[in-house]
């Protein structure tokens, strides 16, 4: 079946420093989505890729999606302690295939 | 516009039991699929709800099983509860024209 996998698992990072998680799906995606669930929270949608090279920026944040359309990545210029929690990527089928999730950490 | 509600927030139960977990989507999603998470597992696609009827199902034993009523509000309802059932069962819903789910804030299941 369709497997989505993201890397790392888990990211460490100093205040100020930048990170990047990276989303890797079995099969070609339609779209892509990514979410954040901070700590005791539950899973907030960031945005949607859906062409193929698509580069989307909100802020620090910058997404792209590969061009052949089975990878992504969320790149944070300059973390800050607000950005601590899960990123996940969720790739659309006959059902919603989640990424396994990044946790980030970062340290003031 | 009122967000996803899921209801109990919390709740133990030990083995054997049943439980049942309630949802109500935002007004005007027709679409609500559930999820179970756990720390070792990540997001578990459980099943969709479209109209009243389950789209797709995921790869969960048939003691999970789930229903939406005509006004798109739905349930999920685990049988013979096991220790392996804890979790964080969360609830979405979708217009499906967006795609863009919108989850509760979970219902949390402890048993013992």
């Known amino acids: 079946g369709q497997q989505v996998m993201q890397i790392p698992q888990y990211q460490h990072v100093q205040e100020g420093e930048d990170f990047t998680t990276y989303c890797n799906s079995s099969?070609?995606?339609?779209?892509i989505q990514w979410y954040k669930q901070r700590p005791g929270g539950h899973p907030v949608f960031l945005i949607q890729?859906?062409?193929?090279?698509e580069v989307k920026k909100q802020k620090r944040l910058t997404f792209q999606f590969g061009e052949a359309k089975k990878n992504s990545s969320l790149h944070i210029t300059a973390t800050q302690t607000t950005d601590v929690g899960t990123y996940f990527c969720a790739g659309p089928g006959n059902q919603f295939y989640f990424g396994t999730g990044t946790s980030l950490t970062v340290i003031p | 516009k009122a967000g996803v509600t899921q209801t109990p927030r919390y709740l133990i139960k030990t083995r054997g039991q049943q439980v049942t977990l309630s949802c109500s989507p935002i007004s005007g999603h027709r679409s609500v699929s559930w999820y179970q998470q756990t720390p070792g597992q990540g997001l578990q696609f459980l099943f969709e709800?479209?109209?009243?009827?389950?789209?797709n199902k995921g790869n969960f034993p048939g003691r999970f099983s789930g229903r939406q009523f005509s006004n798109s509000r739905s349930e999920m309802n685990v049988s013979t509860l096991e220790l392996g059932d804890s979790a964080l069962y969360l609830c979405?819903?979708?217009?499906?024209?967006?795609?863009?789910?919108?989850f509760g804030e979970g219902s949390r299941l402890t048993v013992l």
């Open positions: 099969t070609t995606l339609s779209n």
């Open positions: 890729l859906v062409k193929s090279g």
């Open positions: 709800y479209f109209s009243e009827t389950q789209r």
């Open positions: 979405a819903s979708r217009t499906v024209i967006t795609g863009e789910l919108f």
